[in-house]
């Protein structure tokens, strides 16, 4: 926050400074939270904004996607896009700096992943799912009206003598379904567990 405020003062010289240090620290080793990182990174770009990360140079380079190339020129200050014919396994990619300003290339591929293996399992768990209003009367989720309140329960329940720790749950929901997580507001629904 600090560094980007001395953006925003147009104090070069101290932003500098900071800003190599911000890249030492995150160059460690280390954890940082996902508030720490999206600062450190969203500070970052704007320097990069604001003084360009190539002294302000322009970048040339050439691609070769499949043996057909090209050459491109890019100012400092705006990124270069080009989106291609799908990808397949026997294509090939080459891209070639020809300049002193640094380049970087990401290749973003879209798509539909092949269905996982989704077998049901138990293992000594067994799932029961209940939906019910907040009254608990059982209610059917398929006739559910928009905007009714209603809750999934979800019984675990271990068939084994063993100890059973950090059991991961995943359901799926349908996309309008908002989820809220009665722990978080001390609400006492008479769900016993």
Avoid: C
Avoid at 51 to 57: E, I, L, P
Avoid at 96 to 104: G, K, L, M, T, V
Avoid at 169 to 185: D, H, K, Y
């Amino acid at each position: 926050m600090i560094l980007h405020t001395l953006l925003l003062l147009k104090n070069e010289e101290q932003t500098l400074m900071l800003l190599k240090e911000l890249a030492e620290e995150m160059s460690r080793d280390t954890w940082y939270s996902t508030q720490s990182t999206a600062w450190g990174l969203f500070a970052y770009m704007k320097y990069v904004e604001e003084y360009g990360g190539s002294g302000g140079k322009d970048s040339r380079f050439s691609f070769t996607l499949n043996g057909k190339e090209s050459s491109e020129v890019v100012s400092a200050k705006s990124p270069f896009s080009k989106e291609v014919a799908p990808f397949g396994s026997s294509n090939t990619l080459k891209v070639e700096n020809n300049s002193d300003a640094p380049i970087y290339v990401n290749l973003t591929l879209k798509g539909t992943p092949k269905a996982g293996d989704a077998t049901k399992q138990e293992k000594n768990l067994a799932m029961k799912i209940e939906y019910t209003d907040l009254t608990g009367k059982a209610v059917d989720e398929k006739l559910l009206q928009q905007g009714a309140d209603f809750m999934m329960v979800v019984r675990v329940t271990s068939n084994s003598y063993r100890a059973v720790d950090n059991v991961a749950l995943a359901q799926m929901v349908p996309s309008g379904w908002e989820i809220r997580n009665t722990r978080l507001f001390e609400a006492n629904f008479g769900v016993k567990e």
